[in-house]
């Protein structure tokens, strides 16, 4: 079975300063797809960024972006130029590339705060 | 516009109760998903349903019972509710196709508790 491990249960980044968040997982595939989600205190389940096991780039989005080692099996997101708005928690997702497993495995999460 | 919506947004009811939660999604997605959120926000899938179809039950207790009339829904119906059944269920959908496939986009979420 699949496992995600987030070793950072709370982490704090002073405002506009740079931030990263630690994942690793345990998998016997070679197909997958990674995960950052955010929730904020509204509870709802936003998408920051994904990454495909067989893609070599780490993938960005803004000022998130993704350090992949597939080798390692580590998945770390770095925010960079850290806001207030960015307060939430992140869990970390694996998701198998076969067919019949398309569940997320959810990591413990990492709550984020923001010091102004 | 809403992508994933779930009714109602809040459950108060007794322990004995039974219960649904509806979601709808209107993004053309054949996949629908169930998850349960504990009070340590450690979140695990419950159900999985493609075009209508089961295909993930994680050994949820059978007083859960998911119903889906059409791709677009999937209820999530709970008999004889416990105390333990308090948390927050998301529903989540994602394409097995295309664009965005293997993503998965969640519902704002139920927060059900059982007293």
């Known amino acids: 079975a699949q496992t995600v491990t987030q070793s950072q249960p709370e982490m704090s980044v002073q405002e506009a300063e740079t931030v990263t968040l630690s994942c690793t997982y345990d998998?016997?595939?070679?197909?997958?797809?990674l995960f950052w989600y955010k929730q904020p205190p509204s509870r709802q389940m936003i998408l920051v960024i994904r990454q495909e096991a067989y893609k070599q780039q780490n993938a960005t989005e803004n000022r998130f972006s993704v350090n992949f080692q597939k080798a390692a099996k580590s998945f770390s997101l770095k925010i960079s130029d850290s806001q207030l708005g960015d307060a939430a928690m992140y869990f970390c997702?694996?998701?198998?590339?076969?067919?019949?497993?398309?569940?997320?495995?959810f990591g413990t999460g990492t709550r984020l705060t923001i010091i102004p | 516009d809403t992508a994933v919506s779930q009714t109602p947004k809040y459950l108060v009811t007794q322990m004995g109760n039974d219960k649904s939660i509806k979601c709808e999604q209107n993004?053309?997605?054949?996949?629908m998903y169930w998850y349960k959120q504990d009070s340590k926000k450690f979140l695990k899938i419950m159900f999985s349903?493609?075009?209508?179809?089961?295909?993930i039950n994680e050994t949820v207790p059978n007083r859960f019972s998911p119903k889906s009339p059409d791709k677009a829904h999937l209820n999530l119906h709970i008999n004889s509710l416990e105390l333990g059944d308090s948390a927050v269920y998301f529903c989540?959908?994602?394409?097995?196709?295309?664009?965005?496939?293997?993503?998965?986009?969640f519902g704002p979420g139920t927060r059900l508790l059982v007293l």
């Open positions: 998998t016997s595939e070679s197909d997958y797809y």
């Open positions: 997702a694996y998701r198998g590339g076969r067919l019949g497993n398309e569940k997320l495995t």
């Open positions: 349903y493609n075009n209508k179809e089961l295909i």
């Open positions: 989540a959908s994602s394409p097995t196709s295309g664009r965005g496939s293997k993503t998965q986009y």
């Open positions: 993004l053309g997605h054949d996949t």
